[in-house]
């Protein structure tokens, strides 16, 4: 069996399609390319209830945010998040990411990424429609 490779993530960067009810995200990592992922809304809104938000008032946020380009939207290779699993440290947060058509993405997110992360879910949630409220 091969071991899963855990990606440190620099910085990430989102971008939301209301038409699809997805977003876009794209991880910048340590030591390795980039990785895309189309997120359903359904995980957006899990995520919202479930991540921590940040009580340091001195956080700071990362630095070199990576951007979304056409190519990322139009790739027809791009995955797609089936679910995500989520275990949370002291200093950080590691995602499983179950994708539809490669192999399990897992990227460990620092505070800020985490923080980061958390503010542009938040900020796309009134453009994508939460299907499972009830």
């Known amino acids: 069996m ?3 490779v855990i990606r440190e993530v620099k910085s990430l960067y989102m971008g939301c399609d209301p038409v699809g009810n997805i977003v876009l995200i794209k991880f910048s990592c340590n ?7 189309f997120m359903p809304a359904s ?6 209830e479930h991540m921590p938000v ?19 939207w139009d ?3 791009t995955p797609r998040v089936q679910s995500v699993q ?8 590691r995602m499983t990411l179950e994708l539809d058509r490669k192999p ?6 620092n ?24």
Request: include cysteine.
């Open 2 to 4: 091969k071991q899963a």
């Open 31 to 37: 030591g390795s390319k980039d990785a895309t992922a």
């Open 43 to 48: 995980v957006v809104f899990w995520l919202l």
């Open 54 to 72: 940040n009580q340091d008032p001195a956080l700071r946020p990362p630095t070199e945010l990576p951007r979304l380009n056409e190519q990322d």
């Open 75 to 77: 790739d027809q290779f």
């Open 86 to 93: 989520c275990k949370q440290f002291q200093d950080a947060i």
């Open 104 to 109: 399990d993405l897992i990227v460990l997110l």
């Open 111 to 134: 505070r800020s990424n985490v923080e980061l992360m958390r503010q542009m879910m938040a900020s796309y949630s009134s453009d994508l429609i939460n299907l499972d409220a009830t």
